[in-house]
């Protein structure tokens, strides 16, 4: 028996899975429209590969990773592109995202198949076609995951944990994942294993999912890998990475900090699943496994293709008349979606089904009374109430001393708290104020050093044009110098000699640019109104005012411009 | 709009306090055996007003009435100054305590949770430096009868001369001024019983029962009392162990007096003391050490009260210096 | 009497050695407080507040030449900061400045620009691309949205656009304490 760790704190809440795990998974049917958002994972947005109009194949590629922090993003069926357009995000926020929207043909056609053999392929290789199939962590965080697939600085890792904790209420997708699949997330883990070069292989599940647990053990027999399934003590937050890490190695790996630096990497049960899919199947990650539970008939799992609107699957689990929202995750660290129709992405494990007799509103807040509880069951040993102090008097630099972002919101705090305060809720109003600050901060900083660029180039302008001006009047005077037998009416012109080119130039540039104007104009101004024409002949007079008056302010000439739109 | 988490644990400031309450049964129960009903009589009176001060205070502050009065914590601040004075003090004495702690140290910082002070150690301090005559009458163990106590609490303030023997830490004192030892001041006086004042080890030790409630149902950690128990024995063991003539036991010091009463429920405020777990020692052994201090040396019979006011301005510094490591941050972190 | 003066003017003596070695030790290079203005001040380079930048509008501010008040798009948070760093009194924004505004960026209307540079000439962080007679765009990223290149375009293609909000910049809300609710 493997000695355990444990980490601070924690909560035991009603665990709420029984009902969501009778049934084996099922695959949700092709809905009538699937939206696709572009921008499912940490990192950069994809740019779309496809235009309206446009017929796509079942994993077809119709978002391009942008960089090396992005992941790609497929069509989940066959059909016809209808729009490439900002839709409804599955973020609490409400805001659209550009998305691209597939009606389904029914055919299912895939797209050609990739398959790699891992053990033959270079590990850059690898972690490219990592990426290209849009595999993100699936355990809610979605953080790319070829950028977790490279072993420390050393080479080697030495603990790769598989993380199969699921420890919030209701969320059942990976328990019946392992139950059911676990032959698949075996392989893919040994795929992982393989790239991480790690010595040894910690599955870790919570020992409320006995079957799991079973199941997972008999695939590591099977597959004769050796790799230890760990039943852990259920306690949320457990399944939290750094948690997990924690109890399993007793290696805490501290905000801001990889943890292969400390020889240790944890993946997801359903993101090892992903890759194996990838690699063996084929597939890009074109759907997952989500959990419909909460306000429903029949909870249970679903197979579901990435951009089925969450009503769609809910539907299938017979919701309730009384629901009053959707939560995209479960009830601790879940999100609030903005609509009923905002589609399942990545990220979705689970759509809790809301209703205020089930998620009845809170009592009203009241006073802090530094009773600690907070700080007992923080998970990340801060002191949960100092944090509310500072972060409701706005003192951001007071929070982030006391490692607001060591935080991993894990509702533990607002869980326990007795004055029922929303402390999370301040964490996260904190953090975003600290990051938009930044963004300010950096962006003002940046204006500053361009502001002081600027000034210092005009002055080195200056100085260049006045020496220029200097060394070629000295020269003039030279020539004077050396000619003295020109007559008096040409000595006039050489006296000039320092603007005459200048005053050339001038004319030269003027006639060459009308002569370009003139050719470029039918371009951009044949389709314009007349009224229009009018404006732009109106402004091409000016210019040519203007060239022999280069000093004319140009304040009246925009007033002049602007009088043609006050006219009807 | 409402965010996750979107289920809470049935905990509610009210059932903190409401355990408060319970706990400090056992205490009163055996307060009431030792020295009569009269307590009860200002406990009900100082109940009544802590109540209707807070709902006064709250409307004239404009915040919500209902929610504040039903958190029950102005009762529990009314209880722990009712506990801590004599209970023989006439009704104006506890209407003061409750205006003071209440109206005064609470509200006058912002309410409930902002309070840098316990409301119920500043009314005791102020009072005893204004009624200090008042404010030391303490009746001996079953020496006065409830008709008695009735009479003294509702007929204004009277000097009940004769009735009421000097407590053990008072007597003590005195004894020691005059230059007797510890011995003898003990063995002739009546309110010294076995442990400490007689009667008062009673309700200490229902105080210490009631201090188990609490640490059980967890309103409290163990870090307080503890600190506080052990700094005062460690401290007056000492001193006990050089010269017993001239210092009495660690046994006496945490049975008289209101040593139990503030190791479980006075020194536990969460909101005016330390909250970190080192600083939360460091919080209650200072006050252990101040309370001996006085008691051996001031000229206050018992010092705990005002070991609380010190140790409340020493809190933010103390939280601030005593913050515990986070994780992934233990070792490198001070 | 004597020995009481001799120890005074010794004490005295040996701390004001100690407070002039100390002004040495630790002396303070330049002049921090207009960096430190300079640091809160928005760095738009707009001229609003009457003075050719932020900088020079720091050091106004810090020989007491200037109000705290007279930078629109620091808005009412950059005055509080100032009065804070200051410890002066919060006035509210100047009106004579100007107003505060949503942050925008500016933005070139394509079809209508004729490449006359006067924009690039006046925009104080180069953020405006463009050749003489090729049309010329804005860099929105670097924008600081001062507005300075919006007079001079001789055909008013230059509009400023407020940032729209996205998921990248969407902020959590402060939490609304509902305490009349209950009441």
Redesign the interface.
């Known amino acids: 028996m493997r000695s355990l760790f444990r980490f601070h704190g924690g909560v035991k809440p009603a665990t709420n899975k029984a009902a969501s795990t009778s049934e084996p998974i099922v695959k949700a049917p092709l809905p009538r429209r699937l939206v696709v958002p572009l921008h499912q994972s940490i990192g950069g947005t994809p740019h779309p590969l496809v235009r309206a109009g446009q017929r796509v194949l079942k994993g077809e590629l119709i978002g391009a990773a942008d960089g090396n922090v992005s992941s790609a993003v497929h069509a989940p069926t066959s059909g016809l592109v209808t729009a490439v357009e900002p839709a409804l995000m599955a973020h609490p926020s409400g805001l659209t995202m550009l998305s691209v929207i597939i009606e389904p043909d029914g055919e299912e056609r895939w797209a050609e198949l990739d398959r790699l053999n891992y053990k033959s392929t270079p590990p850059d290789e690898l972690r490219d076609f990592v990426r290209d199939a849009g595999i993100v962590g699936l355990g809610g965080a979605v953080f790319p995951t070829h950028l977790k697939m490279n072993p420390g600085r050393e080479g080697r890792t030495r603990t790769l944990v598989l993380n199969g904790a699921e420890c919030e209420p209701f969320i059942t997708c990976d328990d019946m994942l392992m139950r059911e699949r676990a032959a698949g997330i075996v392989k893919g883990t040994a795929i992982l294993r393989h790239l991480l070069q790690a010595d040894e292989v910690l599955i870790g599940i919570e020992d409320n999912k006995p079957e799991a647990v079973a199941a997972m053990q008999t695939a590591v027999r099977a597959e004769g890998e050796s790799m230890e399934v760990v039943a852990i003590p259920t306690r949320y937050p457990a399944g939290g990475a750094k948690q997990l890490i924690r109890v399993l190695t007793g290696i805490e790996v501290p905000h801001g900090r990889r943890s292969t630096d400390f020889g240790v990497q944890c993946f997801n049960v359903g993101t090892a699943y992903a890759v194996f899919e990838a690699l063996t199947c084929g597939h890009p990650l074109i759907s997952r496994i989500v959990t419909v539970a909460g306000n429903v008939d029949r909870p249970r799992n679903y197979e579901v293709l990435i951009g089925t609107p969450m009503s769609d699957v809910v539907r299938l689990s017979g919701q309730r008349t009384d629901t009053t929202r959707y939560l995209m995750g479960g009830p601790m660290m879940g999100m609030r979606m903005p609509g009923f129709d905002v589609p399942v992405v990545k990220a979705t494990n689970c759509i809790l089904v809301a209703s205020d007799a089930l998620f009845p509103p809170p009592p009203p807040e009241q006073a802090c009374i530094r009773c600690g509880e907070c700080a007992h069951a923080c998970p990340a040993d801060l002191q949960p109430f100092e944090l509310y102090w500072f972060s409701r008097a706005k003192n951001f630099g007071k929070a982030q001393e006391y490692h607001l972002f060591d935080c991993i919101e894990c509702g533990c705090c607002a869980y326990v708290c007795p004055s029922h305060i929303p402390l999370v809720d301040y964490y996260r109003f904190s953090k975003s104020e600290i990051w938009a600050r930044e963004r300010d901060k950096s962006a003002s900083d940046q204006a500053r050093e361009r502001f002081e660029f600027r000034n210092f180039r005009q002055e080195r302008e200056k100085e260049e044009k006045a020496a220029k001006l200097a060394a070629k009047a000295a020269e003039t005077r030279a020539k004077l110098a050396t000619e003295p037998a020109v007559d008096g009416a040409a000595a006039t012109p050489a006296a000039d000699a320092a603007e005459d080119p200048k005053k050339a130039l001038i004319a030269a540039a003027l006639a060459r640019a009308q002569a370009q104007r003139a050719a470029a104009q039918p371009k951009n101004t044949e389709n314009l109104s007349a009224e229009t024409q009018a404006e732009i002949a109106q402004i091409e007079a000016r210019r040519r005012t203007a060239g022999s008056a280069p000093a004319a302010d140009p304040a009246p000439a925009g007033t002049a411009a602007s009088a043609p739109d006050t006219q009807p | 709009m409402i965010h996750s988490p979107y289920i809470r644990k049935p905990a509610s400031v009210q059932r903190v306090m409401g355990t408060v309450l319970v706990a400090l049964l056992p205490g009163l129960a055996a307060y009431v055996w030792q020295f009569g009903a009269g307590i009860l009589v200002n406990l009900a009176l100082g109940s009544v007003a802590a109540i209707a001060i807070e709902a006064l205070v709250m409307r004239l502050r404009k915040r919500p009435v209902a929610l504040a009065v039903g958190d029950l914590s102005a009762v529990v601040t009314a209880w722990l100054v009712v506990l801590s004075i004599p209970p023989i003090v006439p009704w104006w004495i506890t209407l003061l305590a409750v205006i003071i702690s209440i109206g005064a140290a609470k509200h006058l910082y912002g309410g409930l949770g902002q309070n840098p002070f316990n409301p119920a150690m500043v009314a005791f301090c102020a009072l005893i430096v204004a009624y200090p005559a008042l404010m030391s009458q303490w009746p001996g163990a079953g020496q006065l009868d409830f008709a008695a106590q009735l009479d003294l609490i509702l007929g204004g303030a009277r000097q009940p001369d004769g009735i009421t023997a000097a407590t053990a830490l008072d007597a003590l004192r005195t004894g020691m001024r005059s230059g007797a030892s510890v011995g003898t001041v003990f063995s002739g006086n009546s309110a010294f019983g076995m442990a400490g004042g007689r009667g008062w080890e009673w309700v200490a030790a229902g105080y210490a029962l009631g201090g188990l409630i609490l640490l059980g149902t967890r309103v409290i950690t163990w870090h307080l009392p503890a600190a506080f128990i052990a700094m005062l024995a460690v401290v007056s063991g000492l001193f006990w162990l050089i010269d017993p003539t001239q210092h009495a036991s660690p046994l006496f010091h945490l049975a008289s007096g209101g040593a139990m009463l503030a190791a479980f429920f006075i020194v536990t405020d969460p909101v005016s003391g330390a909250t970190t777990p080192r600083g939360k020692l460091i919080f209650a052994a200072g006050i252990a050490l101040i309370a001996w201090l006085i008691r051996s040396f001031g000229a206050y019979p018992d010092g705990i009260a005002f070991g609380v006011l010190l140790m409340n301005i020493c809190v933010p510094l103390i939280d601030m210096k005593t913050q515990p490591p986070v994780f992934g941050h233990r070792g490198g972190h001070s | 009497m004597l020995s009481a003066l001799l120890v005074m003017t010794g004490i005295a003596i040996v701390l004001g050695a100690a407070l002039g070695y100390a002004a040495i030790r630790f002396k303070v290079e330049g002049d921090p407080l207009v960096e430190k203005i ?1 640091a809160i ?5 707009c001229g609003q507040c009457g003075y050719p ?3 020079p509008y720091a050091e106004a501010i810090a020989q007491g030449a200037a109000e705290i008040n007279q930078c629109p798009p620091g808005g009412e948070e950059g005055i509080r900061k100032l009065a804070d760093l200051l410890g002066r009194e919060f006035k509210p924004l100047s009106e004579e400045h100007g107003v505060e505004k949503p942050k925008s960026v500016a933005v070139i209307d394509e ?1 209508t620009c ?1 490449g ?1 540079t ?1 924009c690039i000439q006046a925009c ?4 405006i691309v463009g050749a ?2 090729q049309m010329h765009t804005v860099v929105d990223k ?1 924008c ?1 949205g001062c507005e300075l290149c919006v ?6 293609c230059i509009t400023m656009t407020p940032i729209p ?3 990248e ?15």
């Open positions: 300079d001040l928005p760095q738009t380079q930048g932020c900088k079809q004729i006359c006067l104080p962080v180069d953020a003489a007679k670097l600081t007079a001079p375009c001789p055909v008013d909000e996205t998921v910049n969407w902020k959590w809300k402060y939490p609304v304490v509902e305490l009349r609710r209950v009441a």
